[in-house]
């Protein structure tokens, strides 16, 4: 497995690898007489992510979090089923960038439905259109022609160990690529997801919602061996919008800003009336350790999607210590023969600096 980041920068509240390699570039960058960096090349040096989402209140504010952002380049948004329908979503994908006038992104629509189950909305926690009923002008911006799965594996090919994969919704597409071509693997930069949970589930007990729309194909993305950044409950938890964070947005004006202002007070007003102190920030964390990886804190565990359990359909068990016991058959009973280990399989987020975020958020998307 490949894990780029060093430990002690994970755990840290970071001084380390991004750190230095920021001081490097901007080393680099003071020898270099500002006119030899062409815009090309200050684009090549940007992260290229293709956002795969579910829009979706979040989706929204985490797509406008990007767009708004110099560290990324958004080479193209593809479109699944989740929180609401894949028509729905792609015409509310559309209409994000449109808003944005960044119709140059390509935009594609890919499956239709979860691998093996109903798809499962939530326009309850999204507002019928999913854009917590706040309606946005047609959009100037037409889709791709491509299936989502096929232009994610076009990308790769064109341009191999570039591309990290920014998946925010349910899992369908990014499982469908990898299965139609495995050979995508190694040729992936990251992947920086949005789902799952070591610490118990938003739709039930057990189960985030992201991994819950489609537990079959969540395991294909977990299992397939690049390296995979979890962002899951666990630290969304931590990362509250509140009404102050609200009247910061108020403060400003813009197409974006105005626009994310009501949607993150339909959110905030929502999660309140559910005993929430706020909202959870969860797809926007996700383009946020994109952006900045050192905002969160993470633990290399092996993960598994459970898929078959009464209880925890779609939850993600992370071994913690990643070893397990083997037990060998003796006559009519088994016994503790040693102790195997398991090989991490994903960098999981247990901690994050959620001011921080907050603030990061607001300050990209003010006055745009
Ligand atoms: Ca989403």
């Known amino acids: 497995m490949i894990f780029a980041r060093s430990t002690r920068c994970r755990r840290g509240p970071c001084s380390g690898v991004a750190g230095i390699l920021s001081l490097s570039a901007l080393l680099i960058l003071a020898a270099v007489p500002t006119s030899a960096v062409s815009p090309v090349q200050a684009s090549q040096q940007r992260k290229q992510v293709i956002i795969d989402t579910d829009p979706g209140t979040d989706d929204a504010l985490a797509i406008m979090l990007a767009l708004n952002s110099p560290e990324l380049n958004v080479q193209a948004i593809t479109v699944v089923p989740g929180n609401v329908t894949a028509k729905q979503g792609l015409e509310n994908a559309l209409k994000l960038v449109s808003l944005a006038n960044r119709c140059d992104i390509p935009v594609a629509g890919g499956a239709q439905h979860p691998l093996f189950q109903k798809l499962v909305t939530a326009e309850f926690w999204h507002g019928k259109n999913g854009l917590g009923n706040v309606e946005l002008p047609a959009s100037k911006c037409k889709p791709d022609s491509r299936w989502a799965p096929d232009l994610i594996i076009q990308m790769i090919h064109a341009e191999p160990h570039q591309i990290t994969l920014v998946p925010i919704g349910p899992l369908t597409n990014i499982a469908l690529a990898v299965e139609k071509d495995p050979s995508i693997v190694p040729l992936v930069k990251g992947v920086v997801l949005m789902g799952g949970s070591i610490s118990g589930g938003n739709v039930n007990a057990s189960a985030e919602a992201n991994i819950y729309g489609d537990p079959e194909a969540a395991q294909i993305v977990f299992q397939a061996g690049w390296p995979l950044t979890m962002v899951g409950l666990d630290v969304g938890n ?99 023969d040693s102790i195997l280990h398991v090989t991490p399989n994903a960098e999981v987020c247990t901690g994050v600096d959620s001011r921080r975020f907050i603030k990061l958020f607001i300050s990209r998307v003010q006055g745009k």
């Open 238 to 336: 931590m990362t509250i919008f509140t009404h102050a964070d609200v009247d910061e947005l108020a403060k400003t004006r813009g197409p974006e800003n105005d626009f994310l202002l009501r949607v993150t007070k339909f959110m905030v007003d929502l999660s309140e009336k559910y005993g929430y102190p706020g909202a959870a920030m969860y797809d926007p964390l996700a383009a946020g350790v994109a952006i900045e990886p050192t905002i969160v804190k993470t633990e290399a565990m092996h993960v598994d999607v459970e898929t078959r359990g009464e209880f925890t359909r779609g939850e993600t068990v992370a071994n913690r210590h990643n070893t397990v016991e083997n037990n060998v058959l003796h006559e009519d009973h088994y016994t503790i």
